[in-house]
């Protein structure tokens, strides 16, 4: 019998050993990068499962766009592009947004943030409610919105928030200008959602001003999220991780600019194969007390999307040389688009058993499910075939008609 795989949310729990000693990132400033191009990415990578993945997606790549799609559609009914019937959303980015902060328990941290900040002293309240009044109403909860145009994010958490408890909530955005399909939607021209393209109006994360912009803006901020990416072919999707490798940075980075101490943090990765990915993870788990990876139901379990979430930034005040390192590589460690760097040694990581079992687990649960998918569809897609050679050499049979 065929195994098969349904759309369902799975959420795994990424850590490293207790006794771990903080990466020493200053040391690193004085070795030279190391940079791969993104089509030698994979060089080194043996994983039998992965490699399984990657010839099951080649062998789709045969398959004509609307076949694919329309296989897709019917086995995986969450999978279906566009507006959702009776949501609020204009697509399905939003759910997903949705299903990993309840996934990974976000709302139920936030309003435990917000109540112990209720207690606050009295010159502490007196100082927050100044910064309020320089920036206008008083909001209950701050979100920043990194490359988030056309803003289905943002839609889900200016909507859902009063349901989750969060009656006042006030967000702000940033995403590249002058771009088909990344311009905001006309429902969040609204007083609780400011739009911004950084200091240069491009709206760029690459550009560390337009960070600094976004940031010097969205004081307060409790929750940032980044859902940055751009379309990568099929003929080429198997190196969809290594190509989104400098988004992907670049949006994790920012959060770290944008959250007050506490915060939160949604992003989107594809896959967690590379070394450079998997040093991201590595360094989250210091960053923050807790630190998640969520494949929520409306991901498509055929595809390598996951979503990184992170929960209460302890900022880096007390980790040396460590925000002047990734300010180094954001600017330094991509000379263009095509080239990835070491963001640290891979031995780090490896002799971290329990960071490593974690992100082992993670990895083969979501590749197994996308290999299941994968399968089913490439099935259904022989099986379509094979009847259609059948009806093409099998003749009529005479149809007998009722009297």
């Known amino acids: 019998m065929a195994e098969v795989v349904e759309d369902r949310s799975i959420e795994f729990l990424l850590l490293h050993r207790k006794d771990a000693p903080l990466p020493n990132l200053d040391s690193l400033r004085n070795v030279p990068l190391t940079q791969c191009h993104w089509r030698d990415a994979f060089q080194n990578t043996q994983d039998p499962l992965w490699r399984d993945v990657w010839e099951l997606k080649t062998a789709l790549s045969e398959v004509s766009d609307d076949t694919y799609l329309s296989i897709r559609n019917r086995l995986f009914p969450l999978a279906v592009g566009g507006p959702l019937a009776s949501t609020a959303f204009s697509n399905r980015a939003g759910h997903k947004l949705l299903e990993c902060m309840e996934a990974a328990g976000v709302w139920l941290y936030l309003h435990g943030l917000l109540r112990s900040r209720g207690t606050a002293s009295l010159q502490e309240k007196r100082k927050r409610d100044e910064n309020r009044k320089q920036r206008g109403p008083g909001r209950s909860l701050v979100f920043a919105d990194v490359c988030g145009g056309p803003g289905a994010f943002s839609q889900a958490l200016l909507h859902a928030g009063p349901s989750r408890g969060f ?20 429902a969040l021209l609204r007083a609780d959602f400011t739009p911004t393209y950084g200091l240069d109006g491009t709206g760029d994360i690459y550009k560390l001003a337009n960070i600094y912009a976004l940031a010097s803006i969205s004081t307060g901020t409790l929750l940032c999220i980044a859902d940055g990416g751009f379309h990568v072919d099929f003929s080429i999707a198997n190196y969809q991780e290594p190509i989104s490798a400098r988004i992907v940075y670049a949006q994790w980075f920012a959060a770290l600019k944008i959250l007050q101490k506490g915060g939160c943090l949604v992003l989107k990765l594809f896959d967690a194969t590379l070394a450079f990915t998997r040093s991201l993870l590595f360094l989250s788990t210091f960053l923050y007390d807790t630190v998640h990876i969520v494949k929520p139901k409306h991901s498509r379990v055929v595809n390598s999307e996951r979503y990184l979430v992170c929960i209460d930034y302890k900022g880096t005040e007390d980790k040396n040389g460590w925000m002047a390192y990734f300010k180094y590589i954001l600017e330094c460690g991509f000379s263009d688009n095509d080239h990835i760097p070491e963001l640290l040694p891979e031995v780090w990581m490896t002799s971290d058993p329990c960071f490593m079992q974690s992100i082992t687990e993670m990895v083969k649960i979501i590749s197994s499910n996308q290999k299941m998918g994968l399968k089913m569809i490439l099935d259904e897609f022989k099986n379509g075939m094979s009847r259609a050679e059948e009806s093409t050499t099998t003749p009529d049979k005479e149809v007998e008609k009722d009297d």
């Not at 009656?167 to 006309?186: K, Q």
């Open 167 to 186: 009656p006042r909530i006030r967000g702000f955005g940033m995403t590249l200008a002058g771009v088909e399909g990344l311009d905001w939607y006309p």
